[in-house]
């Protein structure tokens, strides 16, 4: 087959979150699982991380219409092992120092941005002569791919074999947009209607992926449900979830292993196995507390936070809950975003300075120590499509205390019974329950047979992309045309 990957961020070229991490993963495994052509498109970013790299142009080039203006594409590419990475570039619109948002706020011209990269990426395809088979994007960025391959592109010959397949990474960004900006895409007139464009009298980019895409997907199987049912998960796309239930399934989303490693991991101090793990998290655990200078103290419960600074998260909640436990627990927690999350955070270091530890920003070698040294790794999100932070805490046998709610609630299982646990569940995200499932993890961290028992369920959990980048591959083959 031939794979067409369209995505507003891909690691190790461009990340925010955990949408970089499953772009950049699943292109791997595509191209690693059978005899599979795929190309990758990204937008060129003027912070695109080089590194080893190097770009390649590709002479010419071509024009996209936006509203009133024909702007100019040029491309370049990269060989990333199997995988063709294909850039598209326009200074106007990409050579920005962020990728979606200023400081203050999201770009305002973000609809032009990702409808001119949408379009981009069809043309694109057709300037380098690669024929997809499959289209596959993610998130509102790309939504509108599978809506002009169904309208502007219906009649085009050269997709005449294609089809489209949407992952909704998170739906609580959805790319919604005035009227005028449902003109801007050259859409045709009569397609701004309810069961088409039209929402709620504007356009909303990633409805339009979910009704024009052959199949939907999302990043886990309780998520899928979940925002079908709904209006406070759905965020409003509920009922055309509900409408395309048939298309819609739920693939939980792996770790890279290439990345996440224990055993071999670079960035910290010692590395472990599931039977090694007892001295190697020691030994990394002091080197983190040493690094955070914070108080060395074995029975102390160390809770560690890797996480956007985001309503999502909930570590407002935690916030509150964090005064009442610093005679059982340390935190260590890193964290970039909302100002006002960061602030209360930075208020509790400052009056439990023993106790925690805070650091905004984003930072790839502390969140790998973060991850090896802590015991808990604490997520009270309200809504989580799949998480992977969780994933690699039980890895590097860190035991999650996690909201019972989406992909978290297909991956950390809490039966009160050790034997069968890998974690601890909250049962909804506010303090109570966050209080409750830490007062448990406290307890259970004395008896450390039981503990050590847990920590062997987690770090011997099977969290790889294997099996959902095959689950991937067969939706891609159910749906391929044979012409
Ligand atoms: P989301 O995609 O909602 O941000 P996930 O749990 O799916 O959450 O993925 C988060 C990813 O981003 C993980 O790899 C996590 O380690 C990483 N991450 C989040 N915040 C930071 C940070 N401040 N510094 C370093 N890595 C971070």
Redesign the pocket.
């Known amino acids: 087959m031939k794979i067409l990957i369209a995505a507003s961020e891909a690691f190790p070229f461009c990340k925010t979150?955990?949408?970089g991490?499953v772009v950049g993963a699943l292109s791997q495994m595509f191209s690693r699982l059978g005899d599979h052509e795929v190309a990758l498109f990204l937008p060129k970013y003027r912070n695109i991380e080089r590194g080893a790299f190097s770009l390649r142009a590709i002479s010419g080039n071509f024009l996209i219409p936006v509203a009133d203006k024909l702007e100019t594409v040029s491309m370049s590419h990269v060989q990333w092992g199997k995988v063709s990475v294909y850039f598209i570039e326009n200074s106007k619109f990409f050579d920005r120092p962020g990728m979606y948002r200023t400081q203050y706020g999201d770009y305002k011209d973000n609809d032009e941005r990702f409808m001119f990269f949408s379009r981009a990426v069809l043309e694109g395809a057709k300037f380098i002569g690669f024929k997809p088979d499959i289209i596959h994007c993610h998130d509102w960025q790309t939504a509108l791919v599978p809506a002009y391959l169904k309208t502007l592109y219906q009649i085009d010959s050269f997709f005449v074999k294609t089809a489209s397949v949407f992952t909704i990474?998170?739906i609580a960004y959805q790319g919604m947009f005035a009227k005028k900006a449902f003109l801007k895409a050259g859409f045709d007139w009569n397609d701004f209607t309810p069961d088409k464009f039209e929402y709620y009298g504007g356009i909303n980019f990633m409805k339009a992926g979910i009704i024009f895409s052959d199949m939907i997907t999302t990043v886990s199987p309780t998520y899928s449900k979940e925002i079908q049912s709904y209006g406070e998960f759905g965020k409003g796309l509920e009922g055309v979830l509900k409408h395309r239930s048939k298309k819609l399934s739920g693939i939980l989303?792996g770790i890279d292993d290439e990345i996440w490693d224990p055993v071999s991991d670079m960035f910290i101090k010692r590395g472990y196995d599931a039977k090694t793990f007892a001295k190697g998290k020691a030994y990394c655990k002091r080197d983190l507390l040493k690094e955070c200078a914070i108080e060395e103290n074995k029975e102390l419960l160390l809770a560690g936070v890797?996480?956007?600074l985001d309503n999502?998260?909930g570590l407002d909640i935690l916030c509150k809950v964090m005064p009442h436990l610093t005679d059982k627990m340390q935190f260590v927690i890193?964290?970039?975003g909302d100002e006002k999350i960061s602030n209360a955070l930075k208020k509790l270091a400052k009056i439990y300075p023993k106790r925690v530890f805070f650091k905004s920003?984003?930072?790839?070698a502390?969140?790998h120590k973060i991850y090896a040294a802590s015991d808990i790794f604490i997520m009270p999100s309200r809504f989580?499509?799949?998480?992977?932070?969780?994933m690699?805490a039980m890895l590097y046998g860190s035991l999650p205390v996690a909201t019972k709610t989406g992909g978290l609630k297909d991956t950390v299982f809490y039966t009160g019974e050790p034997k069968d646990s890998n974690g601890f569940l909250i049962d909804a995200a506010n303090e109570k329950s966050l209080r409750s499932a830490l007062g448990k993890a406290v307890s259970f961290f004395k008896r450390k047979l039981l503990w050590n028992t847990m920590i062997k369920n987690a770090m011997n959990g099977d969290y790889s992309w294997d099996k959902s980048a095959e689950e991937y591959l067969k939706i891609f083959k159910s749906i391929q045309k044979d012409s």
């Not at 920003?361 to 790839?364: L, S």
């Not at 989580?384 to 969780?390: A, I, M, R, T, V």
């Open positions: 979150g955990g949408l991490d990474n998170n989303n890797v996480s956007r999502q998260k890193l964290g970039a920003g984003f930072d790839e502390l969140a989580e499509p799949c998480g992977l932070s969780q690699i």
